[in-house]
């Protein structure tokens, strides 16, 4: 089943049951910062799609069941979610292009951070070709 959600603008949009981080991009040193809230065991990797002028960040990933959920004699509540989850960041870059090296990773707490190196697009060469005249 999926869940409907309507804002207070009343515009909806449908949720997959199950782990959904948080997100935020941002620009910041010539580079692109990503950050996700997935806390607890989780792992993401990242791919880079270039499409006209815009590249998509592709996050995929799965919040697993914590380790030590198993170990919990008597759980009252549980509101926590798992499961796999996908994100994808659209990003117009006009004036530069987002290196497709891996980005720098690091996990602060569960606060996933991916740093993505940017750099300015190459000018485009004309040549143009004229006959000349036969001898």
């Known amino acids: 089943m999926k869940k409907c959600l309507i804002d207070e603008l009343g515009f909806s949009s449908l949720r997959v049951n199950g782990f959904e981080p948080t997100y935020n991009y941002y620009f910041q040193n010539n580079k692109i910062i990503v950050r996700v809230e997935a806390p607890g ?3 993401i990797s990242s791919t880079l799609d270039y499409i006209g002028e815009y590249t998509i960040i592709k996050l995929l990933g799965e919040k697993k069941q914590d380790k030590d959920q198993d170990k919990i004699q008597t ?6 979610k798992k499961g796999k989850f996908s994100l994808e960041l659209p990003i ?3 004036d530069y292009i987002i290196k497709n090296d891996d980005p720098i990773y690091t996990n602060k707490k ?3 951070i991916l740093e993505y190196s940017i750099e300015k ?3 485009t060469k004309t040549f ?8």
């Open 41 to 43: 065991n989780c792992n």
């Open 75 to 80: 759980l009252f509540f549980n509101n926590r």
């Open 92 to 94: 117009k870059t006009e």
């Open 110 to 112: 569960g606060l996933l």
């Open 121 to 123: 697009k190459k000018e």
């Open 128 to 135: 143009e070709y004229k006959e000349e005249e036969e001898i």
